[in-house]
């Protein structure tokens, strides 16, 4: 069974394996390999008493209920809805002994292909990578060997290749831009971080993500702090909350001074309601009474009311004369071009590697809008953007 990303990949996968087949010798077809039924899916050999058939991710019940020896998930990268789910059902369908090849682009440091990548030595996968100079034809005009640039060097000296190879790799570059590093592989750590569309300054995010490091853990420890509170100082806790179920996304928090905009400390746990908005009063409490700004939008509302009513907290942020900020169409785009602003500009004032790394598999989805790649989570990179925003408009109404 082989399983593309979409019914037309699938389609011309068989299309590619039926001309193979029409070309074999008449000696060979008419043997075992005679089949009994072909259409645009199957291959039935009646003899060996075996089947070759491709399906399509879309269907998330495909291999369910058979029995497979061999199986070749394509592009997995790029399935369509929940590609972890799916990949278990075809799990499930292995044979005893069976052989299962996943290959795929990348398509960004997340998502099921890249945890399978990450934990193939856990499983029992053996990983290959396959660089773009292992297509011999992949070669353009020489290029002058005076000229190399010093990654150039590098990569001469790890992989020998030659000036027409050079010549091609700069050819793509112009070609491809930042694409290229994911079209055309050179390294399987590289392809992965520069791959998808990502939001923010992908270089400028990764070189940063080099240098931090984790945060203390006090009191909470769900709490990292790289600066802690210093006195007659302003600060702002942006809270994004969720519904604090086990799965999901996170709530997150992020403290950052008001007149830097350095990122002081971070929360981030799968906890909401009551608890979070006591741990969101407790840690605003700890920054000298800091300014408490909590997305209204759906659990939000319900964090607002026990901050009132239970916590007992009153520094909290208002707009338009209503506690908490709100997110909609207009704010959104507008706080997270804001935030990349920071980040390409700024980038030693953002201290977490996990927002970093939020950062990073924080892209632009195919409808237009931004968001994290399936499988990841940007609740680090939301609380962030509000706290920037509502920053502003704090050091705005001083002014």
């Not at 407790?282 to 916590?311: F, K």
Request: glycine fraction near 8%; hydrophobic fraction near 40%.
């Amino acid at each position: 069974m082989q399983v593309a990303h979409t019914q037309e990949a699938a389609e011309e996968i068989f299309r590619i394996v039926h001309r193979f087949y029409e070309w074999l010798g008449q000696g060979l077809r008419s043997g075992p390999l005679r089949t009994s039924r072909a259409n645009s899916r199957q291959l039935v050999f009646p003899e060996l008493d075996s089947q070759y058939r491709v399906e399509s991710a879309a269907d998330r019940n495909a291999g369910r209920g058979m029995t497979v020896q061999n199986l070749h998930c394509s592009e997995l990268a790029r399935w369509p809805r929940d590609p972890a789910e799916t990949l278990a059902g075809l799990r499930a369908s292995l044979a005893p002994g069976a052989e299962m090849v996943l290959e795929s682009t990348p398509d960004g440091a997340s998502g099921c292909f890249y945890d399978e990548w990450k934990r193939a030595d856990e499983t029992g996968l053996v990983k290959h990578f396959f660089p773009w100079w292992k297509e011999e034809h992949y070669k353009g005009e020489a290029v002058d060997m005076a000229s190399y640039s010093a990654e150039e060097r590098e990569l001469v000296a790890r992989a020998g290749l030659s000036p027409e190879q050079i010549g091609y790799r700069r050819q793509m570059r112009v070609d491809f831009g930042r694409q290229a590093r994911q079209e055309y592989a050179e390294d399987a750590d590289s392809c992965f971080r520069m791959s998808g569309d990502c939001y923010f300054d992908a270089e400028t995010v990764e070189k940063r993500l080099r240098e931090a490091v984790p945060g203390a853990k006090r009191g909470c420890e769900d709490v990292e702090v790289w600066l802690p509170a210093i006195e007659a100082r302003r600060y702002i806790v942006a809270v994004d909350p969720a519904g604090g179920g086990s799965a999901g996304d996170y709530s997150a928090m992020q403290v950052v001074d008001v007149e830097t905009g350095a990122q002081c400390a971070e929360f981030a746990a799968h906890v909401g309601g009551l608890e979070l908005a006591r741990r969101a009063a407790e840690l605003a409490t700890r920054y000298n009474q800091a300014w408490l700004v909590v997305e209204r939008n759906n659990h939000g509302c319900g964090v607002l009311a026990y901050l009132d009513s239970d916590c007992h907290y009153e520094r909290v942020y208002a707009q338009g004369g209503q506690a908490g900020w709100l997110t909609t169409v207009l704010t959104r785009p507008k706080a997270l071009s804001e935030l990349a602003a920071a980040v390409a500009a700024e980038p030693r004032k953002f201290l977490s590697p996990e927002f970093l790394r939020e950062c990073r598999s924080f892209v632009r989805l195919p409808n237009g809008s931004m968001g994290a790649q399936p499988g990841a989570h940007d609740d680090r990179v939301m609380a962030m953007a509000i706290a920037l925003a509502a920053r502003k408009e704090i050091l705005g109404s001083a002014a």
